[in-house]
């Protein structure tokens, strides 16, 4: 069975910095790239960021380059997102996702960052 | 970027057939997905590809493609497919539409 655990969310002031966790599990983690996802409350879906599954290629939505820095470590099954210069308008649930052909196919249940002073 | 547009809300009756769409300019040349989530809960894939279909997805759901519109059908509708839906694409970088909120009843 296919898991993904999220964790690393908390309150954190404006211009602070936090890092994500998914740790994955149920399948060969190497053989598939991984994206996170974000939902702000009471609002839609927005893809934030993609690394393939050897690590080598990074993507990232115009709203957080710059800012955000996506990672593996396929050793340990885990994905991370470091979260730096954060703005109020990254509040938002963050979820991560396994992936085929660029789309999601398996979610994890999300792990919610409030970025408020 | 692009942009994949969606219409807010869409109401039918149970047993009835509900369609979603969702337009965009990339759509002739990319693969629309379609998501749905339920209140509280995380997205779930419910078609692949413009018209593929997971496995323990119900067959009352399907998907067509034509040009610059995705559409998600569902034919018969029932309470429990009451959610938001999200059409996805991707280029290297992925797009969501706004969501359209599915209400049966």
């Known amino acids: 069975e296919v898991q993904l655990v999220e964790s690393g969310g908390g309150v954190v002031q404006p211009g602070g910095s936090l890092r994500l966790s998914c740790a994955a599990s149920?399948?060969?983690?190497?053989?598939?790239?991984m994206h996170w996802v974000r939902q702000a409350p009471g609002k839609g879906l927005e893809w934030v960021s993609l690394?393939?599954?050897?690590?080598?290629?990074?993507y990232y939505a115009d709203s957080v380059k710059g800012r955000f820095t996506i990672s593996r470590d396929n050793s340990k099954n885990s994905l991370y997102l470091q979260m730096n210069s954060l703005r109020t308008e990254d509040t938002a649930l963050y979820y991560c996702?396994?992936?085929?052909?660029?789309?999601?196919?398996?979610w994890g249940q999300g792990t919610l960052v409030t970025v408020s002073s | 970027s692009y942009e994949l547009t969606q219409p807010p809300s869409v109401s039918v009756s149970p047993g009835q057939t509900a369609r979603i769409t969702c337009s965009g300019d990339?759509?002739?040349?990319?693969?629309a997905y379609w998501y749905q989530q339920k209140s509280g809960q995380a997205p779930v894939l419910v078609i692949y590809e413009d018209s593929k279909r997971p496995s323990g997805i119900p067959e009352r759901f399907s998907g067509s493609s034509s040009g610059t519109m995705a559409t998600l059908t569902i034919s018969g509708a029932q309470v429990e497919d009451e959610a938001d839906y999200y059409c996805?694409?991707?280029?290297?970088?992925?797009?969501f539409g706004g969501g359209t909120k599915l209400t049966v009843l």
């Open positions: 990339a759509l002739p040349k990319k693969y």
């Open positions: 996702a396994n992936s085929l052909s660029g789309y999601m196919v398996y």
């Open positions: 690394i393939s599954g050897d690590g080598g290629s990074t």
């Open positions: 996805y694409s991707t280029d290297s970088t992925g797009v």
């Open positions: 149920g399948f060969t983690f190497d053989d598939y790239a």
